[in-house]
């Protein structure tokens, strides 16, 4: 049973518009003072939710500055427990970009596992699950359909940090977020064969240019990250998550009309 609804109004509604807008500042970023600024610039451009790592500390500093849900990410699925305690409304295996960089990566046995192992220490707790986009495309599609079978709430795609576009401006922008979008729109495709309704966050190398292609895709989110932790400014970020914002609901717009 799905435990969407126990998320904030907002964010259930939200992604029922399929316009939802998480901001990720980073598994492994534990600088207290980046995270501010992102949460800030993530509440003041009207994003719906905000992604942190997984550390008590930094859920109870971004509550005292701003009133957006807090998820939080990691692949220990213990150190959920005293974040959930901090106030975090949603916990999230994944976000694995940062691993990648370091030669790591997970097989879908080992994300069932972690599943299966936060579900037993948070089982009323909503749970979003990341689908490793170094495994094969058919793989991801197979390993998202058991993960809604082990409980999880919330699939996430990813891709886009590890994508290398060979061209300049837009055209690269459309390179960069090709993985994500191919996973989602795969995934939903059979979720929809299998009478699945969980939602689909597409994450990693989106862009403003790209985020409504994710809700045409099959989306009911997304997730972005270092188009706006690469910025030094919270007037720039500001900027970038209100477009960001403002592109999906305009997505929503022409669907409705369409």
């Known amino acids: 049973m799905s435990l969407i609804n126990q998320l904030p109004q907002k964010v259930q509604e939200e992604l029922h518009k399929k316009s939802l807008l998480k901001v990720i500042s ?3 970023n534990f600088d207290i003072e980046s995270v501010k600024m992102i949460a800030k610039a993530a509440s003041l451009g009207g994003a719906d939710i905000i992604d942190l790592a997984c550390k008590p500390e930094l859920v ?3 509550l005292n500055i701003t009133s957006l849900p807090i998820c939080v990410s990691a692949v ?11 106030g975090a409304a949603l916990i999230e295996i994944g976000n694995f970009d940062s691993f990648y960089e370091k030669g790591i990566t997970f097989t879908g ?4 596992d972690l599943t299966k192992e936060t579900k ?5 707790i909503p749970l979003s699950v990341t689908v490793p986009h170094t495994i094969s495309l058919d793989l991801q599609v197979d390993l998202a359909i058991q993960l809604i079978k082990e409980g999880a709430d919330i699939i996430q795609t990813e891709g886009g940090k590890s994508s290398k576009p060979y061209s300049p401006g837009i055209q690269g922008l459309f390179e960069k977020s090709v993985p994500t979008l191919a996973a989602t729109f795969s995934i939903k495709q059979e979720f929809d064969k299998n009478g699945i309704h969980n939602p689909i966050i ?7 240019i790209t985020c409504p292609l ?6 009911s989110a997304v997730g972005v990250g270092s188009v706006i932790n690469k910025l030094d400014n919270l007037v720039g970020m500001i900027a970038v998550i209100r477009g960001l914002k403002e592109s999906l609901d305009k997505s929503v717009k022409i669907q409705k009309i369409s």
């Open 120 to 124: 037993s220490l948070l089982p009323d």
């Open 202 to 208: 597409s994450a990693s190398g989106l862009s403003q």
């Open 26 to 28: 980073g598994l492994n």
């Open 76 to 86: 220990e699925p213990k150190l959920f427990l005293d974040s959930v305690k901090a």
């Open 109 to 112: 046995e080992q994300v069932l």
């Open 214 to 219: 994710a809700i045409s895709a099959g989306a």
């Open 60 to 62: 109870e500093t971004v």
